[in-house]
């Protein structure tokens, strides 16, 4: 259960857009006179925040052009990612449907693959803003930790990456020989969850809520927006919508933020074009966009 949020009399969001140099160097700038030390503490989405795009679409792509994925797990996947775009499957249905696709699949191997597949199609696609905000982090002695509804084949490449020790996301559960059974360990990260791992973390680990900052761009993240003392957007739709208590900005209708609170419904529905590109083995649209950070 999510914990009570810390209590807030002025809880603003901050911009931090990617194409905007200003901004960075001003982010930069701010990190850098703030406080030092592990206390404070500097969480990171991933999708769309570190990376340009999905990092889950390049795993779908091989699968693709190696002829791993029949017509019914192609046309399944498609069908749900459909379903889920207009708020009709959950994001925990969602994972665990993809997650069926590779029951009996050996993680050693599907790891072997992450790490393959950041090389030839994820690292050009590390956004260089970010990627000198999460050092900027690190050089202050912060807690840095990569948070996302992602799994860990998509997640801890990146993490490695950066140098970043800590990843807080979505696990496969496996049986003794290593082998996927088909499942997603749970609770599944996201939304709520997402927020409340964070929170866990940071007791364990004597990390500060309010002194730290969390850098993201989907309001499906409002939740953890939330209980961070400088919560961050990297994209102009994202954090400046989001509620905060007095002073900050609704995001959107009650309705979508009803549906964005049971994972439903998200402001970062995969952009149907960026995904085909990207599946199909089409990535500079989602390069383009790192570049241009």
């Known amino acids: 259960m999510l914990a009570p949020a810390i209590a807030k009399t002025d809880l603003k969001s901050y911009d931090v857009p990617l194409d905007d140099s200003q901004s960075v160097s001003a982010a930069l700038a701010e990190i850098a006179v703030g406080p030092a030390g592990p206390e404070t503490g500097a969480f990171f989405d991933l999708d769309g925040t570190l990376v340009a ?3 889950a679409t390049a795993h779908a792509g091989d699968r693709i052009r190696r002829r791993q994925a029949g017509v019914g797990e ?7 990612m459909m379903r ?13 449907r993809g997650a069926g696709y590779l029951r009996g699949e050996s993680l050693a191997e599907l790891e072997a693959i992450g790490d393959r597949l950041f090389v030839d199609r994820i690292a050009a696609r590390v956004f260089p803003a970010m990627r000198s905000i999460v050092h900027a982090h690190q050089a202050r002695g912060h807690t840095v930790a990569l948070c996302s509804s992602a799994l860990t084949i998509h997640a801890r490449p990146v993490a490695r990456f950066l140098g970043i020790t800590h990843v807080l996301c979505n696990h496969f559960t496996v049986d003794d020989a290593g082998l996927l059974t088909g499942n997603i360990v749970r609770p599944i990260v996201w939304g709520p969850t997402k927020a409340a791992a964070v929170q866990n973390f940071c007791t364990d680990n004597a990390v500060t809520l309010d002194d730290s900052y969390f850098y993201a761009d989907g309001d499906e993240d409002a939740a953890l927006m939330a209980v961070v003392g400088h919560p961050r957007s990297t994209h102009d739709r994202a954090l400046r919508r989001w509620p905060a208590n007095a002073g900050g900005r609704c ?5 979508r933020a009803a549906a964005r609170g049971s994972g439903r419904c998200s402001g970062r529905a995969p952009d149907a074009v960026l995904v085909w ?3 199909y083995g089409d990535d500079r649209r989602a390069g383009d966009r790192a570049n241009a950070g």
């Open 84 to 96: 889920y775009r207009f708020g009709r499957m959950e994001f925990g249905r969602l994972v665990v």
């Open 277 to 279: 590109h990207t599946v």
């Open 74 to 80: 192609v046309l399944g996947v498609a069908e749900a």
């Open 251 to 255: 995001c959107g209708s009650p309705a």
């Open 53 to 55: 795009g999905f990092t």
